[in-house]
T-cell receptor
Framework: GAGVSQSPRYKVAKRGQDVALRCDPI?????LFWYQQALGQGPEFLTY????????KSGLPSDRFFAERPEGSVSTLKIQRTQQEDSAVYLC???????????FGDGTRLSIL | GQQVMQIPQYQHVQEGEDFTTYCNSS?????IQWYKQRPGGHPVFLIQ???SGEVKKQKRLTFQFGEAKKNSSLHITATQTTDVGTYFC???????????WGAGTKLIIKP
């Protein structure tokens, strides 16, 4: 497609469940970023991929968060044993190259009950 | 660590008034980017400034990059309801692959 696609748009899960969020970046974009955005706040960096390599995961809040991009295109952000504080919008962005303008998906709004 | 500060956090204006948001980096930036996020939406790239002292215009929006490449501003002339949203600045990190984001300035049009 023409833009970054994320699915699902909305996800409701019970505390303790595992969730998986998908991001399909713009074709040809080398860089892929995951962000967490709380209500009324700016995007908070989670992790970065250059092709299939995860070069920075310093923003992941805990070892319950895991991201992968095995073939250098689609990426999945997995959260295990979800907690209420994981409730947020998770944004995926891609760019052609490092530090170039980022193109965002619509995000996944995750609500943990 | 490297920081990008953005002020004000909120600005309430009457429709037709001007709006300005300011961005300051703790380090010199190779470029600065501006994004707009509408309520309920995702950040959308507006513009990138690269040169020292650069000024770019997009209709009623004027973007400036400071001479020292550490600060930037976005000015909107005669705001309209379509301008409502949060405006973010972002600059490359020292590692040059990650963007450091300002906290955003929320433009609110008074009823």
């Amino acid at each position: 497609g023409a833009g970054v696609s994320q699915s699902p748009r909305y996800k409701v899960a019970k505390r303790g469940q595992d969730v998986a969020l998908r991001c399909d970046p713009i074709s040809g974009h080398v860089s892929l970023f995951w962000y967490q955005q709380a209500l009324g706040q700016g995007p908070e960096f989670l992790t970065y991929f250059q092709n299939e390599a995860q070069l920075d995961k310093s923003g992941l809040p805990s070892d319950r968060f895991f991201a992968e991009r095995p073939e250098g295109s689609v990426s999945t952000l997995k959260i295990q044993r979800t907690q209420q504080e994981d409730s947020a919008v998770y944004l995926c962005a891609s760019s052609f190259h490092n530090s170039q303008p980022q193109h965002f998906g619509d995000g996944t709004r995750l609500s943990i009950l | 660590g490297q920081q990008v500060m953005q002020i004000p956090q909120y600005q309430h204006v009457q429709e037709g008034e001007d709006f300005t948001t300011y961005c300051n980096s703790s380090t010199t930036l190779s470029n600065i980017q501006w994004y707009k996020q509408r309520p309920g939406g995702h950040p959308v790239f507006l513009i990138q400034l690269v040169k020292s002292g650069e000024v770019k215009k997009q209709k009623r929006l004027t973007f400036q990059f400071g001479e020292a490449k550490k600060n930037s501003s976005l000015h909107i002339t005669a705001t309209q309801t379509t301008d409502v949203g949060t405006y973010f600045c972002a600059g490359p990190s020292d590692s040059n692959y990650q963007l450091i984001w300002g906290a955003g300035t929320k433009l609110i049009i008074k009823p």
